[in-house]
Each structure stands twice: as C-alpha cells, then as structure tokens.
T-cell receptor, first 111, second 113 residues
C-alpha cells in the first residue's frame, strides 16, 4: 500500500519562479515529514522537515507547508535555480521512526 | 565529513547467483536501514538494524538476509537472484533511529541478467 503519494512525476519551471512540489499521505499516524533531494548517481540527501505540530517550516529558499486535515504537504522553492534540478522525495514517519517514501518528482529548472 | 559508504557501486549478476552488498554507516551511527528502489518506483524499506539486532522488517524477500556487525557495518545477502531483483539498493544510517540524522549512501546498482 502506498501511504505516501507524489502524483506529479515531473515538474518544469523557469529560473527565478516558484517551484511547488506536492505530496499526499494516507496514514494519520504520521507525525514527521521530510523532503529529500536526489541528484543522479547519488543517494538522497535531507533537505527540510516538519513536525505535525507545525504547519510551516522555512529554511532559506525552501518552505514546507503541512495541511493535516487534508493530509497534504508541499515544498516551495523560491526563487528556483538551475542547481535545484533534481528528484525530490517526500517521506513520512511515525514515532517509531518507520519511514515511508513517495515515488519522487523530477524538478527541472530552466535557465 | 564521512558519509555512508556502500560497496560495490555497481554489480552485475546472473539469475540464480548470489550477491552481497555492504554498507558502512557514518561514525557513531548505530542504526542501519536498507531500501530497494526499482526502476520508476519509490524506495521500499527492506530491513533495519539497531545495535546489531534486527529492529524492523519491511518487504524483504525470504531469499534475502542481512546482518549488522560489531563495527556497525551491515551486509545484505541476496540468493537465487531473479531478474526482478535488479534495482538500486540504498543503505541509510542514523543515530539511535533519529529521523533527522538519517543519511543515505549513494546506493549499489544491481543488475541481474
């Protein structure tokens, strides 16, 4: 069963514009959410996270929004840069640290 | 800073052969996780170890086994390989299972022919 879903396999945006990556989850027990970024031939690297007690977490150009009632979170990148081009994975975990990943969204930022 | 080291980076095996993948966690990390990512699929959790004991088990086939050694490195042993086992195998490590400390290796790409 796919508990974490990223329904957009790819996204293309212009440099300087906003990138919005979406993620939906089904398990209401998830209480911690993370975004990972993956370049080709490398393992996923941690980008930003949010606890279920918050609805927003910001780190520089990256902001994650959490809507618990809709079981939805999103990652906003503003402004987008060509170096942001990568595959972005959404992940969710429960308090026992059991992490589930989405299928990933490939972001392409065009110069 | 030292990262999670996986070896080999690439591996080609024939059907019914065996393969062993190795993972060396970040120093002081005591928890190791194995994930399998098939082509076009999301990473699937296989198994994890904490302090050399199996801590959680996911969708790991019975043909696979894994263990964590006294130096905290882990090995994933895969027997009777099938074509469908071709995938990217990620290892991650953490300190006491803390999600914020999760660090992934670069993966081992296994191709079964």
């Amino acid at each position: 069963d796919q508990q974490v879903k990223q329904n957009s396999p790819s996204l293309s945006v212009q440099e300087g514009r906003i990138s919005i990556l979406n993620c939906d989850y089904t398990n209401s027990m998830f209480d911690y959410f993370l975004w990972y970024k993956k370049y080709p031939a490398e393992g996923p690297t941690f980008l930003i996270s949010i606890s279920s007690i918050k609805d927003k977490n910001e780190d520089g150009r990256f902001t994650v929004f959490l809507n618990k009632s809709a079981k939805h979170l999103s990652l906003h990148i503003v402004p987008s840069q060509p170096g942001d081009s990568a595959v972005y994975f959404c992940a969710a975990s429960t308090n026992n640290n059991d992490m589930r990943f989405g299928a990933g969204t490939r972001l392409t930022v065009k110069p | 800073a030292a990262g999670v080291i996986q070896s080999p980076r690439h591996l080609i095996k024939e059907k019914r052969e065996t393969a062993t993948l190795k993972c060396y966690p970040i120093p002081r990390h005591d928890t190791v996780y194995w994930y399998q990512q098939g082509p076009g699929q999301d990473p699937q959790f296989l198994i994890s170890f904490y302090e050399k004991m199996q801590s959680d088990k996911g969708s790991i086939p019975d043909r696979f086994s894994a263990q964590q050694f006294s130096d905290y490195h882990s090995e994933l042993n895969m027997s009777s390989l099938e074509l469908g086992d071709s995938a990217l195998y990620f290892c991650a490590s953490s300190f006491r299972g803390q999600v914020d400390s999760y660090t992934f290796g670069s993966g081992t790409r296994l191709t079964v022919v």
